[in-house]
């Protein structure tokens, strides 16, 4: 980060500093003679860091967060409180072989420099990506276990099982292990297929199964909803935060897309169909 764009940072700031400036200034004698000794400089109380740092683009945001264990804090406390809030400049996400297979690139379109990112396990390359929003991807894995990813602060969220979709059921091998799945294609308006049930193995359902994932908010606050669109036939099924298990929404099938707002959720079909839904515990309205 320049030095130029850092004071720039720092006026925009100077309102919220100088309104804490009467806290700022009760630093006694002995602290004072500590920092000048000492080799670190003295700390800015966590919330104007926060309050600087919520002005950064992300590449320098984790810069800052690396400084020293005060800056990381207020890193730390600003990702995971989901307060920030700074439209960002896209960056591309990707993996590479030639790098750990938990690692991921992002490339930064702002200062056009690629950075490494190490993720949890399962490893990022061998998942898919189908769903991403408010600096979170939505992931499954090859046993088709599905994550929520922030590739930033490298949170993780495990979403309920694949197996409580209502079109999937686990087959067990002679250890009691999932080594398989059946698969109906069944729509809650019928069997779409001659043969009503197919058995995939792990990797191949996710093939088949997901088509893509929505997020009706931001998952770093603990209240959103995870809403899939899956085959057969692009259907809907719902996850609330904290659910272990997918609730379904028949009997249309053919989704194209979904948004959130005012906690309503809008799903559109490719007929240019409509229907809202109110996403409000503990009952779900159809309308």
Known sequence: MSLRRLCRLLLRALPKM???????????????????????????PNDILMEI?????????????????????????????????????????YTSESTS??????????DQKAYTLTLPDPPIRSRHVIGSSYGWIVTADERCNLHLVNPITGEQITLPSV?????????FDDTGAVCKYE?????????????PLSIFVPSELRDYLFHKAFLSSDPSTGDYFVVLL????????????GDNKWTWLPPHSYYEDCLFKGGLMYASTEA?????LILVPPQLNRR
């Open 101 to 110: 297979a938990r690692a991921v690139g992002l490339y930064s379109l702002a």
């Open 53 to 93: 740092f919520a002005l950064l683009q992300i590449p320098d945001l984790v810069r800052a967060g690396s400084v020293c264990s005060s800056w990381h804090a207020a890193y730390t406390s600003l990702c995971s409180t989901g307060t920030y809030k700074l439209q960002q400049t896209p960056c591309l996400l």
């Open 163 to 171: 197996t409580t979709i209502e079109q999937v059921k686990p087959i």
């Open 230 to 241: 899956h085959n057969p036939h692009r259907q809907l099924s719902f996850a609330r935060a």
């Open 18 to 44: 100088f309104a804490d400036l009467p806290r700022l200034l009760k630093i006694h004698p002995p602290h004072m003679e500590a920092a000048v000794v000492g080799s670190e400089s003295p700390d800015l």
């Open 183 to 195: 698969y109906s294609w069944y729509t809650g308006e019928g069997m779409v297929a001659e043969n």
């Open 272 to 276: 240019g169909e409509s229907m809202h």
